[in-house]
């Protein structure tokens, strides 16, 4: 018998960038932005929000989160301890596996899940081999930013446990009970960087204005958009139009005005940028069934009476 077996030839690019191991102090944060990467972070001790698309993910240790690029995101330890990490950022040419990662604007997988063990494994051994390195090299200082400067060899090892990492996500990814509530951050098809950048413009110019009288069309002429392109690329990155995206972070705002604070609903509409308190509490109505002090009356309730 003469058999051969032979594997498709692979030609698939991985790109690494920004692969760090770290340790940040308490109040430690890092600004809301985006990229063009997909970016994976373990947690390794203590815990830090994420603030990922306007929902907070706290992640503990032994957690993972694996961020779909293009997705704004933020970070804050507000524990009152130490909070060490590994994350890298990275892009990868195949379609399929791009497909996958990036089929919801992020996915949050809990330490007790025992389908990490294999990657806290590939984590902890490139630890073991960065940690050699600073041992050879000089003292790091606190705060300070430090490359380590590692063979050929040991850069593809290095490579080589990232690639295993991503398989290891990838079979998770597979699982079908995975995400079937989740809803993807952008529509299925893709979308240019330019349109990203573009979009995340309008957010910040509608995050800027959105208690003032500005309208979404001031929006548009600030950046030489009209309006049916200014709607057009929000709707086609975030999923939704940009009079809705004010809505809900109004909404947001005026609940948490209303359960956190002794304000008036008048004081409230004015904050909000209402142009009186009919206004804001008919359109607050409109959004929840509820009148203000309806709201504000039902949450002071004991949870145990609710």
Known sequence: MDVLLRFPNTTNTLHIIGCHFGIKPPSWQYPKHHH??????????GEINVDVNHSILTLRKGDWLLIKSGVKHGM??????????????????DQEARKRLGSSPCKHISGSNTQLDKLTMYVRQMERLIGQGMLI?????????????ISFEDKLFIQANILLIIHEMLSMLRD????????????????SAFTLDLAHQIEEQ??????????????????????????????QVYGISPRKYVS???????????????????????????????????QFRRWTRQSPNQYRDMDSIPPFMN
């Open 76 to 93: 804050h330890n507000s524990a009152g301890q130490d909070f060490a990490f590994f994350n890298v950022h990275f892009d990868i040419d």
């Open 248 to 282: 809900r972070v109004k909404l947001a705002k005026a609940k948490e005005l209303l359960t956190t604070t002794n304000m008036s609903v008048g004081d409230i509409a004015d904050t909000l940028g209402f142009h009186s308190v009919s206004h804001f509490s008919r």
């Open 206 to 235: 509608l995050n800027k204005q959105q208690y003032s009288d500005a309208s979404i069309a001031h929006v548009a002429q600030s950046l030489n958009l009209s309006l049916s392109q200014c709607s057009k690329v929000f709707q």
């Open 137 to 149: 090299g000089e003292q790091i200082t606190t705060g300070e930013e430090r490359y380590i400067d």
């Open 176 to 191: 079908p009970k995975k995400e079937q509530d989740a809803k993807p951050a952008f529509p299925a098809s893709r979308v």
């Open 36 to 45: 063009h990467l997909f970016e994976l972070l373990c947690c390794m001790e």
